[in-house]
Nanobody, 120 residues
Framework: QVQLVESGGGLVQAGGSLRLSCAAS????????MAWYRQAPGKQRELVAR???????NLADSVKGRFTISRDNAKNTVYLQMNSLKPEDTGIYYC??????????????WGQGTQVTVST
């Protein structure tokens, strides 16, 4: 199985920046993508950013131009650089990995989450 540990959350003023890290360990065979999700208080969890094995990235419309997802394969770590933070970015951010050992069979792995709070 895959273990994911997030770090880097905290309190920041609107307009500030944070960088989240997700360190992965365990078997990475069959992992096709890693992603960041977030969940604001009382709201539905949403996809923020995704990066595939091939390096293709996708960002939610709400964070385009402000957030960047990247990876360091040597360290088995995925990052989320968050700039120009807004209060609506506040929430718990979760790292996610999807493993597909065979077609149409997906296994999801999740980190414990890290809190991001953007003050007004």
């Amino acid at each position: 199985q895959v273990q994911l540990v997030e770090s880097g959350g905290g309190l920041v003023q609107a307009g500030g920046s944070l960088r989240l890290s997700c360190a992965a360990s365990g078997s990475m065979l069959g992992v096709i993508a890693m992603a960041w999700y977030r969940q604001a208080p009382g709201k539905q969890r949403e996809l923020v950013a995704r990066i595939t094995t091939g390096g293709t990235t996708n960002l939610a419309d709400s964070v385009k131009g402000r957030f960047t997802i990247s990876r360091d394969n040597a360290k088995n770590t995925v990052y989320l650089q968050m700039n120009s933070l807004k209060p609506e970015d506040t929430g718990i951010y979760y790292c996610n990995a999807v493993r597909t050992p065979w077609p149409n069979t997906n296994y999801d792995y999740w980190g414990q989450g890290t809190q991001v709070t953007v003050s007004t």
